[in-house]
């Protein structure tokens, strides 16, 4: 099994940067990408950045592209979702999970472990 932390989440007013990070333990040879997703009240969890664990693929939804940066630094088991040009649409519960078959996928079921998450409020 693999667990996962998030941490880094808070508030912050429109226009602002917050940076996460995900810390994963246990099983963590068996990972293949890593991803973030997020979910706000009364909609679906949604797919945000993820990334190629044993390389340097990465993946971003349209709604996110040119503001978010995803990285890792697999020596410390950690990745990173930089945020920056922050939205009021952005405020969400910001999940970390990580999918241990082969090929990237968007859909949140598709995805092995999950962390607890981490509140990201961005007010206008």
């Known amino acids: 099994d693999v667990q996962l932390k998030e941490s880094g989440g808070g508030s912050v007013q429109a226009g602002g940067s917050l940076r996460l990070s995900c810390a994963a333990s246990g099983d963590t040879w068996s990972k293949k990408f890593t991803a973030w997703f997020r979910q706000a009240p009364g909609k679906e969890r949604e797919g945000v950045a993820g990334?190629?664990?044993?390389?340097?693929?990465?993946y971003y939804a349209d709604s996110v592209k040119g503001r978010f940066t995803i990285s890792q630094d697999n020596g410390k088991n950690m990745v990173y979702l930089q945020m920056n040009n922050l939205k009021f649409e952005d405020t969400a519960m910001y999940y970390c999970?990580?999918?241990?078959?082969?090929?990237?996928?968007?859909?949140?079921?598709?995805?092995?472990?999950w962390g607890q998450g981490t509140q990201v409020t961005v007010s206008s």
């Open positions: 990334i190629y664990n044993g390389g340097s693929s990465t």
């Open positions: 999970a990580v999918r241990i078959r082969l090929g990237f996928l968007w859909s949140a079921g598709g995805w092995d472990y």
